[in-house]
Every structure is written in C-alpha cells, then in structure tokens.
C-alpha cells in the first residue's frame, strides 16, 4: 500500500510520468545495457530491444502497477505480477538484479523528467518501484521454491533426442535431461526458456511451450522466426536450422500460468499458428486422465500444411468424450474436410455457460478472439491468454 503522501503525488503526476515512460525506459534500457552488456548475454533478449517492444512492455507494466495502487489501495495485484514474475523465474532473474534496474531507472526518470523530477516526486515513485519490486521477489521466491531452484541454477543441461519436422516452418524437438536426474514436474500449459549461444558468442533465450511428454521425456516446438524479418527470431532461427540429436541446450525449469485448473466445469482451448502448442499439452493431459469434460478447440491457421500437431490434436480430441474440435485455414480449407475457410468466427458456434477460456496466439488474434467471447456472455475473469515475448497487453481491459 502507497503511504497517504505517495498516493496524492503519484496520483497527480502518472499523467506526465506515464507520458513520458517510453521515453524513460528507452533511456533506461541503453544506459544500463551500455554499461552491464553482461545482462544482454542469456539475460534480455536483443530482438525485442531492437524493435522497442521491452520497454513498451516495462512502460505499461509500471503505469498499470501504479493505477492499481491508486485504484486498489488494499489489494496486490497478484494477476499483474503473476506473468512477469514466471517469466523471470524461466530466466533466472535474482533479487540482486532489481538493485541494477532500480539505479538505473530511476537515474533515467530524472534525466528525462528533468526540473519535475522534484526528490517528493522521485521518493514516490521510488514507493511504486520497491512495492512493485518486492511483491514480485516474493512471488518469485515462492515459484523457484515450489521448483526447488534457488534462481541461479534454474539451467540444466538437456540432450535433444529426436527431431521431427511439424510444417515447413516448426520442428519439434524432443528433450531428455543429459545429467540423468528426474526430469522436473510441470503444468500443461507451461513453458520453459532455451538458451543458445549465437554464432557471434552472445547467448539468447527464448521461450518455448511444452507441446507434448513422454516419462522423463519433454517435447517443444519451435517455428522459426526468420531473423532477417522479425527481430527476436534469432534464436527459433538457430534452433530450427541447427537443433539436432545429441546435441545439448540450457533448458529452464517450467514456468507460465495459463494452466487449465481441474474440475468439471467447460474449458475452451483457442489458438492461432503456433499457439496450438500449449493446447496440444492440455489435450494430452486431458486424455491421459481420462476427461469427460466438455472441451471446445477452436484453431486458425494460414493452411492445412502450417498447422502443426494436427494429426495429433484431432486423435487427441477423439479420445476425449467431451469434447469438440473446428478449425479455420485462410486457404485450402477443401483440402481438410471439416475444417472452414477464412479467420475464426465464433457467430456460429456455441459457447458452454461457465467456461473457461484459454487464448494463444498472436496477439492481434487474442484481441480480436477475447471480444468476442466477451460478447458471448464469458466473464473477463474467465478468460486467461499466453503470450510469449514482451506483454505490451498488461493491465489494459481491451
């Protein structure tokens, strides 16, 4: 909770701050990555550095924290936190490294702000900083307990035992923990971060669904990004291009929220292009358990030949007494009996009462998709999203 002199001054200056968080952040981001390059290496992702998306993402996480206090003076808002705190557990961010942001944010806030950046206005924010700060160091210390990592050992090596190709563009890899020990629990649904090193020295990661499992076994699917079109498809690039059996990667421990809880009530998996992944997990975990719960999986795609896992999703929608599958190609639609042409449209399909909805996709898709099952009578609470990469989505109601 904001101290009573915190509160008025963040309440009447989030106007001339948040308007200014780009600018912020942009100054944030190259002054520290400036002088700490060291955090670029395994830690930030260069792909979205480059096409601003992080700091967007940082911008509209601290504005909305922010709003939340001023709005919501007696609760944490623990959904917020929820998804930027499992990714930082995926990539081993430490208590110590929010000292790092801390310096050098706040020296950007005073730089960009200049004579109104006043030290009651710095104190502040400083406030928002430490509460924002110290809520997701504790929810992090609990998800790295729960994990049995402690943040610095959350790699391990994995060994790539099979590869198989999924469309022209994805691969699936098949992963076996090369150390021999037990291979760590996970949530259908959750994902782990892969890190390489690139072939000019830097080491990346990336975050990948868990799309599939077998014993000890975990299976990711990664649809290449080409480098030269998109920023942070570096990484899926290298993977797809080189990736082969016996070869060793840093796999994280598993992370993510967007996990199905358990019950009877109706659960819809939406997704779009690779989003198909963490679906596929969830249908597995449906079936293995025997479900009779009713399922809607709903999937667009460009064509029959980019969707990956199809074969395996539709088995797995056979196996399931309860549930129902339709599918949208923007072409080839004739090649796949049943399936309908054109994006998905939800006018001619029938929503369960009491659902919960699960969206994975691009994010224009996911936007479009939660409109309109808002418009079908879905609660907002009701409906949960996995996105990969910065979430420029956090604390907005569109």
Request: a negative charge; glycine letters at 8%.
């Amino acid at each position: 909770m904001l101290s009573t002199e915190s509160a008025a001054t963040v309440r009447a200056t989030i106007p001339a701050v948040a308007g200014a968080l780009e600018t912020i952040t942009a100054r944030f981001y190259d002054t520290m990555l400036s002088e700490r390059p060291e955090l670029l290496d395994g830690l930030f992702n260069r792909g979205n550095q480059a096409d601003g998306r992080q700091r967007k993402a940082l911008a509209g996480a601290v504005a909305a924290f922010a709003v939340s206090l001023l709005d919501h003076p007696d609760e944490r808002p623990d959904a917020l936190l929820s998804r930027i705190a499992h990714k930082h557990v995926s990539l081993g961010v430490t208590e110590d490294q929010y000292v790092i942001v801390h310096k050098y944010l706040f020296a950007a806030i005073a730089e960009t702000l200049g004579e109104a950046a006043t030290p009651d206005v710095v104190a502040a924010w400083d406030e928002v900083y430490w509460l924002m700060a110290g809520s997701l160091i504790a929810l992090e210390a609990r998800l790295y307990q729960e994990a049995g990592t402690t943040g610095r050992d959350v790699w391990r090596p994995w060994r790539v035992a099979d590869r198989a190709e999924q469309t022209p563009d994805a691969v699936t890899l098949t992963l076996e923990p090369r150390d021999g020990e037990p291979a760590p629990g996970f949530r259908p649904g959750q994902y782990v971060s892969v890190r390489v090193q690139l072939p000019d020295g830097l080491h990346q990661a990336r975050q990948y669904s868990v799309s599939g499992w077998d014993g000890n076994r975990r299976r990711i699917t990664v649809k290449r990004l080409r480098a030269g079109e998109h920023p942070a498809g570096e990484v899926s690039t290298h993977l797809y291009d080189r990736a082969a059996p016996g070869d060793v990667l840093m796999v994280s421990a598993p992370a993510g929220d967007v996990t199905p809880a358990d019950g009877e009530h109706p659960l819809v998996l939406a997704s779009a292009g690779i989003g198909c992944t963490p679906m596929t997990a969830m249908l597995q975990h449906l079936a293995e358990q025997g479900s009779t719960r009713p399922v809607l999986v709903l999937h667009a795609d460009r064509g029959p030949e980019h969707h990956a896992h199809r074969e395996e999703a539709a088995d797995l929608v056979d196996r399931l007494p309860g549930a129902a599958a339709h599918t949208w190609y923007e072409r080839g639609a004739q090649e796949a009996p049943g399936s309908r042409a054109g994006t998905m449209d939800l006018d001619r399909i029938e929503v369960p009462e009491n659902a919960e909805v699960y969206l994975c996709g691009p994010l224009p898709f996911m936007r479009d998709v939660r409109a309109r099952f808002l418009r079908a009578g879905i609660p907002a609470r009701s409906v949960h999203y996995e996105v990969f990469g910065p979430d420029l989505w956090l604390g907005t109601d569109d």
